[in-house]
T-cell receptor, first 111, second 114 residues
Framework: TQLLEQSPQFLSIQEGENLTVYCNSS?????LQWYRQEPGEGPVLLVT?????EVKKLKRLTFQFGDARKDSSLHITAAQPGDTGLYLC???????????FGAGTTVTVRA | KAGVTQTPRYLIKTRGQQVTLSCSPI?????VSWYQQTPGQGLQFLFE???????NKGNFPGRFSGRQFSNSRSEMNVSTLELGDSALYLC?????????????FGQGTRLTVV
């Protein structure tokens, strides 16, 4: 069983501050995704990383995939209230056709 | 390109009944997966279908079943509903190209069992 641990579980910050969410596993993944989910809605894909050491930027969001493809981080610069939501990391294997999800980090950005 | 469509959005059922949920994937995507999301357990994998074949199944009882049609549309069925089956059921479609296993989710079906 591939387990993904996310930390912290909850994060509440003021608008304009920076934040980092971590996703760790003892398993190697062929790809890793980050999603954001709002209450009552499905998760929305933010990014996919597939190469160890890969860094991707999406406006104020920076995603890193660990060299060994076991861990990842999401950094948000100058957070805005619109960044509020549940952030989920998910690891995929090309062999077992499923995603294993972390428990999620609930981010609240106060105006 | 239209996204993943799930119907219905909301459903209320009584214990012991059965329910069928529907999912239409993104055009061209042949893989469809189903997940159950609850506050206590998070997102749990139910099963995955590709070209009408179930390729993987999660750790759920046999009351949970699914199928995929030749047009890639999928349905999942839960029989003999229990209170604990109340959850957000999410369908995701994927192009399944190479090592990239990214999935695109629908808005989900909120099932409440009373």
């Amino acid at each position: 069983t591939q387990l993904l641990e996310q930390s912290p579980q909850f994060l509440s910050i003021q608008e304009g501050e920076n934040l980092t969410v971590y996703c760790n596993s003892s398993s190697v993944f062929s790809s890793l995704q980050w999603y954001r989910q709002e209450p009552g809605e499905g998760p929305v894909l933010l990014v996919t990383v597939v190469t160890g050491g890969e860094v991707k930027k999406l406006k104020r969001l920076t995603f890193q995939f660990g060299d060994a493809r076991k861990d990842s981080s999401l950094h948000i610069t100058a957070a805005q209230p619109g960044d509020t939501g549940l952030y989920l990391c998910a690891g995929g294997s090309s062999n077992d056709y499923k995603l294993s999800f972390g428990a999620g980090t609930t981010v609240t950005v106060r105006a | 390109k239209a996204g993943v469509t799930q119907t219905p959005r909301y459903l209320i059922k009584t214990r012991g009944q059965q329910v069928t949920l529907s999912c239409s994937p993104i055009s061209g995507h042949r893989s469809v997966s189903w997940y159950q999301q609850t506050p206590g357990q998070g997102l749990q994998f139910l099963f995955e279908y590709f070209s009408e074949t179930q390729r993987n199944k999660g750790n759920f009882p046999g009351r949970f079943s699914g199928r995929q049609f030749s047009n890639s549309r999928s349905e999942m069925n839960v029989s003999t509903l229990e209170l604990g089956d109340s959850a957000l059921y999410l369908c995701a479609s994927s192009p399944r190209e190479g090592r990239n296993t990214e999935a695109f989710f629908g808005q989900g079906t909120r099932l409440t069992v009373v």
